[in-house]
């Protein structure tokens, strides 16, 4: 079992910035990959970022890229989700997930373990 916790969000100014983290604790010695999706009520789960587990792949969707950044320390067992340039409609909650296989990692159904969520508000 792998647990989640993220944590960063709150609310902030259109075009500001926000850092998200996500600390895993449990069998973190297996090989994860990361992800960060979002979620607004009553809306399906869309795909952010994701990394591999050595960090060298990235991955992002077309409505976050140049504006977003994932990143792993493997040491500290976190990934993090750098966030610049915030518009109103990145406003949701933030989830970040583990998986233990490669590819597909825009399928949230591809995700072994997911955090509670961060709730990140950009106000316009």
């Known amino acids: 079992q792998v647990q989640l916790v993220e944590s960063g969000g709150g609310l902030v100014q259109a075009g500001g910035s926000l850092r998200l983290s996500c600390a895993a604790s449990?069998?973190?010695?297996?090989?994860?990959?990361m992800g960060w999706f979002r979620q607004a009520p009553g809306k399906e789960r869309e795909f952010v970022a994701a990394i591999s587990f050595s960090g060298a792949y990235t991955y992002y969707a077309d409505s976050v890229k140049g504006r977003f950044t994932i990143s792993r320390d493997n040491d500290k067992s976190t990934v993090y989700l750098q966030m610049h340039n915030l518009k109103a409609e990145d406003t949701y909650v933030y989830y970040c997930?583990?998986?233990?296989?490669?590819?597909?990692?825009?399928?949230?159904?591809?995700?072994?373990?997911w955090g509670q969520g961060t709730q990140v508000t950009v106000s316009s």
């Open positions: 449990g069998r973190t010695g297996s090989n994860y990959a």
């Open positions: 997930a583990a998986k233990r296989s490669s590819g597909m990692y825009d399928r949230s159904g591809t995700y072994d373990y």
